[in-house]
């Protein structure tokens, strides 16, 4: 180990790495350093771009954590997407999960099924209504949902058939936090930070396998160019505009208004 | 880009970064996603892994700025030493560069040449002398030697012929940093944090490039095994070992001590 160079420092730290007694970790580590290397050797990353690297992490580092930028480098970096599906083995006909952009969590606020989870919220409402459900049809009582949207964050419980009902802001197309390391990365990209339109959900109910997903809505122009590609053809849905007058709620609107049936397919929790 | 699943995730993420007006940025993105993708599909990287290596990049991203702990990952990893030896192009016969372990700067103290660089240390000293010179012989006058040993910094001017001399405690065997997150790592890959007994030097002189190097000393149980991959057989030294009696600074010493010569070999810079 003391005539290290170009062509032989990656299998010294790879015997390095063998002593430890965790054969996963040494899997893992011995891919990481074999793909850094090569990344680094593919481009012959320069001192000064990796001077530019490591300063990039430590300010990617330097946010405060609860904003998660790391998961956020991960997400725009399509990392999240890739382990979500390689991961994801749910059975046919259940609801896809998608990744879940962390942002700061706010306040769980719980509310009685059909509430407006953001009354202080100006603009079109939208009515939300469907069934949480096995892959089988039958309904799964009770089970509790998490939304989230233009950063209110709501939990609501479905009654004994597996209902569910409530109604928000319609949500609009936003962009991931226009501040930070990552922000400006996508800057230099040349790439926007737009999401399209979409409400965020994480379901759980005892025996089923807690999904976290998100509902886009149709027509929205970033469908196609999600900064953090979490658009899957399935959870895209339509959002019915309706006219002006009697609400799904019993009340009524002098604008028009939107409404939209999603029903959630839960998998079960794999026999232990 | 709504249909994405493990096999096309990259694809989508190139696409977008393609936008980039920036040649080189990607190149080295598109490198970048394709080995970070790769790693992750190689390891079927699992979501809680994932989780795993955010939550330690936010450790790192944790500890304080002038700690430099990004730098000490990326030199435990090899990957320091990777980037230094693809871009070091000295001519012959030059003194070889290496990675300088970057620790907390101290304060950086200004001697007179022949000055005990850090008299509060105990142990035997060690009486150090050479000449900073160009690869024809020439020598290189009035160069400015930065020197780094046991944590204390100190700077020295060459003379008129290039010829500089000064004492130390001598150095020995040290970890790095014993906390953090890297520390962490090592000791999950049941590595040690070992570095042999070195002093460091960043010396330069107007014309010639800056040479940031390490001086090693023959003996030392860790040659091979330096936990950050910087030693070089041209710079192990061998310091003598003299009886008691008179110092080459014109002193006594009750104790034996050591000598050491070593001539540093500077490459001029590039003509513009």
Redesign the interface.
Known sequence: ??????TT??Q??LA??R????AR?????T???Q?????????????A??RGG?DF??K????P?DR?E??LL?DV???????????ERKPKGCTQATVFHVAPTPAVLVHDLGADINPQLGGPKGYVQGTVRDDKGAPVPYAEIHIRVAGDCALLQADDRGHYHFSTSLPGSQQVRHEGPVNQLLG????HAWRPAHLEFSISASGYQRLTTQVFREGDPY????AI?G???SL?THWQCQPAGATPDGGHSNEVFYTLAFDFVLARQPAA
Chains 1, 2 share one sequence.
């Open positions: 180990m003391r005539n290290l160079d170009e420092i990656t010294a730290v390095y790495n002593g430890t007694g965790d970790l040494c899997e893992v580590m891919s990481l350093v793909h850094l290397h090569a990344f680094a050797r593919d481009i012959k990353l320069t001192e771009e990796w490591i992490l430590a990617v580092g330097a946010v954590p998660h790391f998961v991960s970096l399509g990392l999240s997407t890739l382990v979500l599906a390689q991961n230099a990209l040349n790439r469908l196609d160019s999600d590609f658009v899957r053809p895209i």
